[in-house]
């Protein structure tokens, strides 16, 4: 039976996420990396909630629209109630200071759990994930923490049907489409972090699972695929307030080309941050972000289009709100990730 154009790309779209990235991307990683690695779950002395928005390829119809809440916390009573990573209530040091950094001590050994929420929508295609997690971190010496992490839960798949549109309105390909699927969601990450430095490898996605879209004469099958990410950066202080800190984020899918991000955050005096970024023949971004105060803080980036689509795309838009709950110490922005 005669399917319309838009249908048969809808098909090449599916079966091509087998062979693509599935999950979304973030030019402001380095503002949440829990996003990529559940090793950060309860990584800071405070319950640390975070609200995205990311706008893809903007101009272009159904282009992806990124949405996500995280949270996470540590627990455990040594940890809680001050260590090494206690603070006064002033709020310490500029965690972005050579001061910090010559004062500071590794976090006691403890636990951290957390929540991420994740709703990517591409066209007719929405992927939501849900995924709870749990990280320990342990002292490997008096400045050098370890944490080893996973995360679990379910990858929910709709397909809107409404927006598929045949020259037969009453094709049964319409009424044997899979278009609602749960399908279970495993993570794992490694993360070391120190005063001045970090790195850290984690993997999303690892149990690959087969997707489809059939009908009585038909069957599309594309499958996902892990998602393998490399992070590292450190700081270089260009006065006792002011510090550039270089980053790059290494993804790895398997079959398509890896690809990196390169950013560079410079931090003035734990107020204000601006940065640049550069991914491998994609993009390129422009990055700000203030620490209001001890309770809020913000991030935007716009994203400058440099592949094909740059003819129909009017750039990527992304903003992160950051609430920081729980906060005893007053600190007016994170003190172990930078």
Same mark, same amino acid.
């Given at each position: ?91 310490? *040091?500029?965690? +972005? !200071?050579? %001061? ?6 590794? /976090?006691?050994?403890? #636990?951290? $759990?957390?929540? @991420? ?20 971190? *342990?002292?490997? +010496? !008096?400045? %050098? ?6 995360? /679990?839960?379910?990858? #929910?798949? $709709?397909?809107? @049907? ?177």
């Amino acid at each position: 039976m005669k399917r319309t154009l838009s249908l048969i790309v809808i098909l090449i779209i599916g079966i091509q996420l087998g062979k693509a990235q599935q999950r979304p991307q973030y030019t402001q990683y380095i503002f949440n990396s829990y996003l990529l690695n559940p090793a950060l779950s309860g990584i800071e002395n405070y319950t640390d909630v975070k609200v995205g928005y990311r706008s893809q390829w903007t101009g272009l119809e159904g282009a992806p629209v990124t949405g996500y809440l995280s949270v996470n916390a540590p627990i455990g009573n040594r940890f809680i109630q001050g260590d090494a990573t206690a603070f006064p209530a002033s709020g310490g *040091l500029n965690p +972005s !200071s050579r %001061l910090y950094t010559q004062q500071y001590q590794a /976090a006691e050994p403890h #636990h951290g $759990v957390g929540l @991420t929420v994740v709703s990517d929508k591409t066209g007719p295609i929405t992927q939501t994930n849900i995924d709870a997690t749990y990280a320990y971190h *342990l002292g490997l +010496s !008096s400045t %050098l923490n370890l944490s080893v992490g996973v995360s /679990a839960g379910f990858s #929910h798949n $709709v397909l809107n @049907t409404s927006m598929i549109t045949t020259a037969d309105p009453s094709d049964p390909i319409l009424n044997n489409l899979d278009n609602n699927q749960w399908k279970p969601d495993l993570g794992i990450g490694v993360w070391a972090y120190s005063s001045n430095y970090f790195i850290g490898v984690s993997a999303q996605q690892i149990f690959p699972q087969n997707m489809y879209i059939t009908s009585n004469y038909n069957t599309y099958q594309n499958k996902t695929v892990p998602h393998y990410f490399l992070t590292g950066g450190f700081k270089v202080f260009l006065s006792d307030d002011v510090t550039l800190i270089p980053s790059i984020m290494v993804k790895y899918i398997k079959p398509v080309p890896t690809t990196y991000d390169i950013n560079m955050k410079l931090s003035f005096l734990d107020k204000l941050w601006i940065g640049g970024s550069y991914r491998h023949n994609d993009s390129y971004a422009a990055l700000a972000g203030f620490n209001l105060s001890s309770f809020v803080n913000v991030g935007y980036s716009y994203d400058f289009t440099t592949s094909a689509l740059n003819t129909v795309s009017n750039g990527t838009h992304e903003i992160v709100i950051g609430i920081l709950l729980n906060n005893r110490y007053k600190v007016s922005s994170a003190q172990h990730t930078f």
